[in-house]
């Protein structure tokens, strides 16, 4: 597959990575990516399939909101986009699904929709840099 992935979460940072992608990487397939997070706890623990979980029923729905939002912000870019959504641990998934697609760069808000705890990077945004095996692009 190769190309750009861009996770999103709705946030400006975000944003703003998925911008940075289609002005400076106009020549290569950029994907947008959705994790929809699984909560922990004993409830999810102990049901049978995490999918179940009512609310992660709701995030998956405001998922689709989401990459439906930004493919048409692509379009008022005269940008084509492919979009998907993992359930998971966002760095996790982020770093497996750039590897399990030949991801040639992954471009990353430097942070993402809860925007505390981290003066420069969100959590998710310097994992990624840190334990990633490719290109990282961190838009601020």
Do not use: C, W
């Amino acid at each position: 597959m190769g190309g750009i992935l861009v996770p999103v979460d709705g946030s400006k940072h975000a944003e703003d990575a998925l911008e940075y992608s289609i002005n400076h990487f106009s020549d290569e397939e950029i994907t947008a990516l959705h994790v929809v997070e699984i909560p922990q706890g004993y409830f999810t623990a102990t049901a049978p399939d995490p999918e179940d979980i009512p609310q992660v029923e709701a995030h998956k729905e405001e998922a689709e909101k989401l990459l439906d939002d930004i493919e048409a912000k692509a379009t008022e870019m005269s940008a084509v986009i492919e979009t998907d959504f993992e359930l998971g641990d966002p760095e996790d998934v982020i770093l497996s699904y750039a590897e399990e697609n030949d991801i040639d760069e992954i471009v990353i808000g430097s942070r993402g929709i809860s925007g505390v705890g981290r003066i420069m990077f969100g959590s998710v945004a310097e994992k990624v840099v840190r334990r990633a095996e490719i290109p990282v692009v961190v838009v601020h």
